[in-house]
């Protein structure tokens, strides 16, 4: 089993910036994608970003290129999400998530879950 607890999230303005945490815990699953989701009200959980434990390569969804960071510390067993330039539409709970997808963006594919962080994006 692996236990995920997300931290970091807030109310911030838009065009602040957040940074997210992902502590990770029990078995280490390798090789394995960490990846971000998050679900804003009413709508389905959307894959935001991932990266690869072995090799560290990383993949965004379009909506955050060039404002999200994904990076990930294998020693400390850490994932992290460096969010800048948010806007009103990054409101939402983000989870962090670790499987061995077929597809980075496939949200079932997903083994372990964290029970998620709140961020707000004020206008």
């Known amino acids: 089993q692996v236990q995920l607890v997300e931290s970091g999230g807030g109310l911030v303005q838009a065009g602040g910036s957040l940074r997210l945490s992902c502590a990770a815990s029990?078995?280490?699953?390798?090789?394995?994608?960490l990846a971000w989701f998050r679900q804003a009200p009413g709508k389905e959980r959307e894959f935001v970003g991932a990266?690869?434990?072995?090799?560290?390569?990383?993949f965004y969804t379009d909506s955050v290129k060039g404002r999200f960071t994904i990076s990930r510390d294998n020693a400390r067993n850490m994932l992290y999400l460096q969010m800048n330039s948010l806007k009103p539409e990054d409101t939402a709970v983000y989870y962090c998530?670790?499987?061995?997808?077929?597809?980075?963006?496939?949200?079932?594919?997903?083994?372990?879950w964290g029970q998620g962080t709140q961020v707000t994006v004020s206008s």
């Open positions: 998530a670790v499987g061995r997808p077929r597809s980075v963006a496939v949200t079932n594919d997903y083994l372990y």
């Open positions: 029990g078995r280490t699953l390798s090789p394995a994608t």
């Open positions: 990266v690869t434990r072995i090799g560290g390569n990383t």
